[in-house]
């Protein structure tokens, strides 16, 4: 018995197949001081992320980490006593999410600060200081 072949268009990638769409193809610009990523529909290139970019990205996986640690093993063996909707919790993921480590890191501290007794309580989506309030509903 010899080794036996898929059918073509498995192998064809030109092919669209419903279980491997096609997919759209990268090609490189390439000028005289670095490649680019091209996009094929547009022609624009995209420049590579640098360093500061991949270091918020780390830093926003490290507390949205530590966060998802909070909500699903500390916070579980505390009372609920949440004021705001979104909880401080989501509210700081949404922040880190939308904003980055430091401003989010900012809105949280503001959050918090305001998360108490004599605070308010409701509808509170994480928005930065110049940003308009959301509409009531």
């Not at 490649?35 to 507390?63: I, R, Y």
């Not at 922040?95 to 890191?105: D, F, L, P, R």
């Amino acid at each position: 018995m010899g080794l036996q072949l898929p059918p073509k268009s498995i192998i064809n990638p030109n092919h669209n197949h419903a279980l491997f769409p096609k997919l759209p193809t990268r090609q490189l610009h390439i000028s005289s001081t670095r490649c680019l990523p091209v996009n094929k529909d547009s022609n624009q290139t995209t420049p590579p992320q640098g360093d500061a970019n991949e270091e918020e990205d780390f830093g926003v996986k490290v507390a949205l980490s530590m966060l998802s640690f909070y909500k699903n093993e500390i916070s579980p063996l505390m009372p609920k006593s949440c004021r705001y909707i979104p909880t401080c919790s989501e509210y700081s993921m949404i922040a880190y999410k939308k904003y980055g480590v430091a401003k989010g890191s900012i809105l949280t501290a503001w959050r918090i600060c305001r998360c108490n007794p004599l605070g308010g309580s409701g509808f509170d989506p994480p928005r930065w200081f110049d940003e308009p309030s959301p509409p009531e509903q």
